[in-house]
């Protein structure tokens, strides 16, 4: 006769076997696991089949469904952990209740729209316009996303009224917000330099694409009958795109940025939301890494 199944624990401590006089007769064909508890720091429980079969170890897993011989029964460490319970289940469905929550790193998103039209334009000779103009307004578009990302993390108390705080001086709308992120990272302002200049520049381009309006032309121009007239000016929004070959450096400058505030951020982070979700997924870059995360739990319904 086959033995049952070995379930260990931390630091490979088996532990007790389930209290079931039928456990030498478990039909192993069918193992169903339920995730439950799934954080990285959870217990490991190790389901270990005969050498014939299959193994399979999951982390943060506390609940084992399994089916003997047409009937099922639940296996869950109690609370004090030192040993199973077993309850015999009836053919129905088990009803599980699963919770989860996480975020969607926005500006991460964006970036990879900034970088995918970069690219696109760097192979584009002709027709490069339209790409480099959306890679720069989605430029600006991330520094404004991740202003918003960090903050909430490093003073949350400012950005629950958020509209409210920045409708004020010396506060007041885009120019305010980065002032004051600036500030609670200790990051000197240099309107004059690199990267800052660039970042005014995107605003720029981002203003004129958001409040867009056609653009009047009149002139003249003195010349001979052997020259040709003069073409159009270039208009305020054409002149605003920089051309393709000056993307890599914009790209690089926002990245420098960003990354700046990100590492002047870090140690804040650490303090406000030691092992927590929020500190340990917010990487060590400001644009690289996981565009979402999220973390839950699923926990058996019973009737009391």
């Known amino acids: 006769m086959a033995a049952g199944p070995k379930v260990s624990g931390e630091a ?5 076997r389930p209290p079931d006089s039928r456990a030498g007769e478990w039909d192993i064909g069918t193992l169903l696991v339920v995730f439950a508890a799934a954080r990285a720091r959870a217990d490991v429980a190790d389901v270990v089949e005969p050498a014939s079969s299959r193994s399979l170890a999951f982390i943060g897993t506390n609940l084992i469904r399994l089916k003997l011989r047409g009937r099922e029964c639940l296996h869950h460490p109690d609370e004090l952990r030192n040993g199973y319970t077993s309850i015999e289940m009836s053919e129905q469905p088990l009803t599980l209740k699963s919770t989860y929550e996480g975020d969607e790193l926005v500006h991460r998103r964006l970036w990879r729209i900034v970088e995918m039209n970069a ?3 760097e192979e584009q000779v002709e027709g490069s316009f339209y790409p480099a103009l959306i890679s720069q307004v989605f430029a600006f578009h991330t520094i404004e996303a991740y202003l918003n990302f960090v903050g909430e993390r490093i003073a949350p108390e400012i950005w629950k ?8 001086e010396p506060y007041r709308g885009w120019d305010g917000k980065l002032r004051k992120v600036m500030e609670l990272v200790d990051l000197t ?5 690199r990267p800052q200049t660039t970042i005014a520049r995107l605003r720029l ?4 694409i958001a409040h867009g309006k056609s653009e009047r032309f009149a002139g003249e121009h003195i010349h001979s009958s052997e020259e040709r007239p003069p073409l159009f000016p270039p208009s305020t929004l054409t002149a605003a795109v920089a051309p393709r070959e000056e993307l890599p450096d914009i790209l690089s400058d926002v990245e420098e940025f960003l990354n700046d ?3 002047r951020a870090a140690p804040k982070i650490e303090v406000l939301w030691a092992n927590t979700d929020t500190a340990i997924w917010f990487g060590s870059e400001a644009l690289r890494g996981p565009t979402r995360y999220s973390s839950g739990t699923t926990t058996l319904m019973t009737n009391h």
């Not at 490979?12 to 007790?16: A, L």
């Not at 009224?161 to 004020?168: G, I, L, M, P, T």
Request: proline share 7%; aromatic share 8%.
């Open 261 to 263: 505030i990100h590492r």
């Open 161 to 168: 009224d958020e509209r409210n705080y920045f409708r004020k």
């Open 12 to 16: 490979g401590r088996p532990r007790r």
């Open 189 to 193: 302002r240099e309107p004059d330099k």
């Open 119 to 121: 690219k696109a334009a």
């Open 205 to 208: 381009l981002r203003d004129l």
